[in-house]
């Protein structure tokens, strides 16, 4: 029995609400359904009159929020949501929010706080004689919380919310060459990944860069890297532009890798190169958005979010 996986398109496009495009990804991993053989093993299925079980194969296709003809219901992958017609759509896309009052941004990064405001544990920021946290209590080893050093990372790891990550990413960002025309830069990127010993591996991927401190981004060119043809994995084309990347209202450029025909491991190797330009007079930083689902399954993403794969390459003039 194969596991159940489908590109879901109407017309020629992405599948759509009210005319309207609804996401850039109609790709979804059936929720409940085991991996390798699509059965759910949650539901033991109808009985015949003799009262032997048998085994209900779930009708999810990632199309619809619907009954499964199990018992069940089918569900979206996180990052997807039902709309009013129980269409699985992309929810919309996280918009990064600093406005003094939170240390984070809601999307997966941080802010600082005001003139004589620090964060507590909540990560809210407030006067520093009022934060009474302190970093056993909220289980920070690195980092600082209500203005108190909780303390440094070894050699090769960056502190990420109080928790030491490795900065050995078996995901990484490499800049290849860097040049400037007509007042724009021009820079090629390479991802490449190189899984760590026992890593569980991905069979799909959410990638998004982003530029440090603006959205003038653009994606020029991209090509598929021996890694994913080894794999059979491609990028999902948006319907709208015609162009295997989204541009997301943040600014961040998000290419999805998928395979509608296959469910393979994609291994060690160059993923991508991306040809990028951007505006900007002095260092720029350029990095990989973290965010839950950069990964899936999620064996794969929980591997990766131990890691620091978001550090920033800085590109110089």
Same mark, same amino acid.
């Given at each position: 029995?194969?596991?159940?996986?489908?590109?879901?398109?109407?017309?020629?496009?992405?599948?759509? #609400?009210?005319?309207?495009?609804?996401?850039?990804?109609?790709?979804?991993?059936?929720?409940?359904? &085991?991996?390798?053989?699509?059965?759910?093993?949650?539901?033991? @299925?109808?009985?015949?009159?003799?009262?032997?079980?048998?085994?209900?194969?779930?009708?999810?296709?990632?199309?619809?929020? %619907?009954?499964?003809?199990? @018992?069940? %219901?089918?569900?979206?992958?996180?990052?997807?949501?039902?709309?009013?017609?129980?269409?699985?759509? =992309?929810?919309?896309?996280?918009?990064?929010?600093? /406005?003094?009052?939170?240390?984070?941004?809601?999307? @997966?990064?941080?802010?600082?706080?005001?003139?004589?405001?620090?964060?507590?544990? +909540?990560? &809210?920021?407030?006067?520093?004689?009022?934060?009474? !946290?302190?970093? +056993? =209590?909220?289980? $920070?080893?690195?980092?600082?919380?209500?203005?108190? !050093?909780?303390?440094?990372?070894?050699?090769?790891?960056?502190?990420?919310?109080?928790?030491?990550?490795?900065?050995?990413?078996?995901?990484?960002?490499?800049? +290849?060459?860097?040049?400037?025309?007509?007042?724009?830069?021009?820079?090629?990127?390479?991802?490449?990944?190189?899984?760590?010993? /026992?890593?569980?591996?991905?069979?799909? =991927?959410?990638?998004?860069?982003?530029?440090?401190?603006?959205? &003038?981004?653009?994606?020029?060119?991209?090509?598929?890297?021996?890694?994913?043809?080894?794999?059979?994995?491609?990028?999902?084309?948006?319907?709208?532009?015609?162009?295997?990347?989204?541009?997301?209202?943040?600014?961040?450029?998000?290419?999805?890798? $998928?395979?509608?025909?296959?469910?393979?491991?994609?291994?060690?190797?160059?993923?991508?190169?991306? +040809?990028?330009?951007?505006?900007?007079?002095?260092?720029?930083?350029?990095?990989?958005?973290?965010?839950?689902?950069?990964?899936?399954?999620?064996? #794969?993403?929980?591997?990766?979010?131990?890691?620091? $794969?978001?550090?920033?390459?800085?590109?110089?003039?």
């Amino acid at each position: 029995m194969h596991w159940a996986m489908r590109q879901v398109l109407l017309g020629g496009g992405l599948l759509s #609400a009210g005319g309207r495009v609804a996401g850039f990804l109609v790709l979804l991993f059936v929720s409940g359904c &085991d991996f390798s053989t699509g059965i759910d093993s949650s539901d033991p @299925g109808p009985s015949d009159d003799s009262g032997v079980v048998g085994q209900c194969v779930p009708t999810c296709d990632g199309s619809a929020c %619907t009954d499964d003809g199990c @018992g069940g %219901t089918c569900t979206c992958k996180s990052g997807f949501e039902c709309d009013d017609n129980n269409v699985c759509v =992309a929810s919309p896309a996280c918009t990064p929010k600093c /406005d003094g009052t939170r240390c984070i941004n809601g999307c @997966g990064g941080t802010c600082a706080c005001g003139d004589g405001l620090v964060c507590n544990a +909540e990560q &809210d920021c407030v006067p520093r004689v009022d934060c009474v !946290d302190d970093c +056993e =209590a909220a289980n $920070y080893v690195c980092g600082t919380i209500c203005g108190v !050093d909780c303390g440094t990372c070894g050699q090769d790891e960056t502190c990420v919310f109080g928790k030491c990550k490795s900065v050995r990413s078996s995901l990484a960002m490499q800049l +290849e060459n860097v040049q400037t025309n007509a007042g724009r830069r021009n820079a090629r990127l390479v991802i490449e990944f190189e899984p760590l010993e /026992d890593q569980p591996l991905p069979r799909m =991927a959410d990638l998004r860069i982003m530029l440090e401190g603006g959205s &003038d981004l653009q994606m020029e060119a991209v090509s598929v890297g021996p890694a994913l043809e080894t794999a059979d994995k491609n990028l999902f084309t948006d319907a709208q532009t015609n162009k295997p990347w989204q541009l997301l209202p943040e600014g961040a450029v998000q290419l999805l890798v $998928y395979s509608s025909e296959n469910v393979s491991e994609i291994g060690a190797g160059r993923w991508l190169t991306l +040809e990028v330009s951007f505006r900007s007079s002095g260092d720029a930083r350029l990095f990989l958005v973290r965010h839950e689902g950069l990964f899936a399954p999620s064996s #794969a993403d929980s591997a990766v979010q131990e890691s620091a $794969y978001d550090l920033p390459l800085t590109v110089t003039p």
